[in-house]
């Protein structure tokens, strides 16, 4: 029986980790069923399974199998477990279990090229604390979603409270209680976590957003779709970063907890840090000739090009450099990099992920430029890895492609 108490039921399943699993709770029910759910189960996976249920060890994966076959009652609660490991990011998966499970259960979990089966450590994360695995779920969507950088227009004094005394579960509750009252649109906010990380605190919110409707066997059962807000709040509130599908509330909901925190109104606006003309030529300069360490230029999009009628032109390989065809096209026609305001977007292979970036021009001065990119294509340890590297290396501070905005 795992440490967390008694096993999951459907509803912890359904409501707080979003997986339908009533099917899978019936047919762990099956003898044969499990039979076959052992037969597909990897080498990792049967070694944590094994161990979990302290049987005798042996070293065969094909008798560790049987032996398994053998203890369907003890296996099924592990049945649901394999259908959430679907799809979840990996880096989030290991990173929390490197945070709860001791070393000797981590490298049960490796398989023969020393690679971690993410089932298997989900497998071992339910058997210590089933109770965690929304941790895992939220921790999740931070590595699959773009964030719009936001800044305190008028950053007020620091308090002598601090942001982690003040966003506790039971006063974001309170406060996102009142700002639904305030809001009165039918919609609920729910407080479902907070995690602290690396001197920001992480705080998901679950929200009714658009209507919509859910054919239930021959029942259509009406009510709201789902939406995750993620509000990232760095440097003591000066500082949000907001992951969202709406636009307007997510921001007017970081807007009330930071106003309620420093005791008056304050607002949140998108971040707009600069870069200049000469930094973003010498990048491009550096890119079209194959000479960007990290990077690889792989698209570039010129609105106004030198082409009769000034037609957008586009340049794009699906695998390797496009320098040679931007030599080629300049020497023929002419120049499409050197107007860095006629580019609508460049893309770059980066850890072997295509990055959007696009340069933003500010409407004061054509000299200045925000660069954003499409953060939601690297998980987070890369996003932070990818802003840093073109800090160090090219001197451009690099926003994502996300914003938010009241209406």
Known sequence: ?????????????????????????????????????VNGLKGPQVSVLHALLELTPV?????????LRDKPELLKRFVPVGRFARSKSRVAVIEFAESVLALESMDLCRDGNDEFDVIALLFAIFDKNWKSLPTVFHLDKIHKSGFARMVLEKPPKRLDVSLGEFLTQTSLASHLARFDKTKNDGRISQMKSIIPRDGRYLVFIRRSER???????????HGFAPEWIILDFQEGAAKVNISSKSVSVPLEIANHIASAYFGRDVEYVNDREHSYTKQLRRLLSLLGNDKADELTLVEIAVDNGPLDGSPKIVLSRTEGSISSGIRHFEKAVGGIIEDVGHINHIKVLYRNKRVTLKFEQND????????????????????RLFEAFMSDSHGITILSTEKRNRR
């Open 1 to 37: 029986m795992p440490s967390g108490g008694r096993v999951p039921d459907a509803d912890f399943w359904e409501n707080e980790l979003e997986m339908p699993v009533r099917y899978w709770l019936e047919q762990a029910e099956d003898g044969r069923f499990m039979a076959g759910w």
């Open 59 to 67: 070293e065969s994966t094909r008798q560790k199998k049987n032996d």
């Open 364 to 383: 004061e001065s054509d000299d200045e430029f925000v660069v954003r990119y499409s953060d939601h294509t690297l998980n987070e340890k890369e996003r």
């Open 211 to 221: 209507r919509d409707m859910l054919l239930q066997s021959t029942t259509v059962i």
